[in-house]
């Protein structure tokens, strides 16, 4: 997809991303970055090297490091598996919350995919997308990426569902206010249009008002 750079100076732009786990987040959100040329954080990662991090999580989610975020080991289903469970203390994802709201208001415009990105991290986003897809078919995008037993592979996709969606501290649903796009049926180059025809709409309704952030 073209590349379209454009001096956005100080504006201030967030697109929010939420889902269940390989509903097609990381990829849509990297696309939207790339497109508009804003930043992008997956705040799965964040999770996840808390959970594989080990020893007291709150304490490893207060010190965590950027090169922490660089393990080759972060996008296993064992990774994802702790990161939910750590994800469920309230002192983990009070520790990770300044950090993301400042890169999601940071100038320059923002992309970050997650859980409760719309709802807690940034209820002001300019743009909000719940990106879905049925149980089957996100575990068989995650089984195509990490192999294994696919029905081992739904089994962990179900039950990281219950725990992000059923946990008492910023559990996974859509803002009121966010587009639900299922992309069960779509191919991700129609997910990724959709994802870029909202954020288009949003700065052209921006650029009638006259506001530039
Ligand atoms: O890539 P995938 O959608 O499978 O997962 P991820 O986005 O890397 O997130 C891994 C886990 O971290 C999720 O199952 C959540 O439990 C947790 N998480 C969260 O609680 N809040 C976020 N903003 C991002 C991830």
Known sequence: MRTRRVAW?????????????????GTISRAVADRFGFRH?????LYRAVGVKGGDPATAARTLLPEDLTGTDL??????????QVAVIPEVRAALTEFQRR????EGGAVLDGRDI?????????????VTAS??????RRWLEVGGEEAQVLHEVKDRDARDMGRADAPL??????VLL???TMTITEAVGRACALVEAALSARKRAGGHG
């Open 41 to 45: 954080l997956d705040t799965g990662l």
């Open 118 to 130: 719309g709802t807690v991290i940034c209820p002001e986003a300019e743009v909000k997308i719940y």
């Open 135 to 140: 149980p089957e078919v996100r575990a068989h």
């Open 75 to 84: 996008r296993t289903l064992a990774a994802g598996q702790a990161a939910s």
């Open 173 to 178: 649903r859509p803002a009121p206010d966010a």
């Open 9 to 25: 100076g100080a504006m201030i732009f967030t697109v929010a991303i939420d889902g269940p786990a390989a509903a097609g987040k």
């Open 103 to 106: 890169f999601a208001r940071a």
């Open 182 to 184: 299922d992309t069960s």
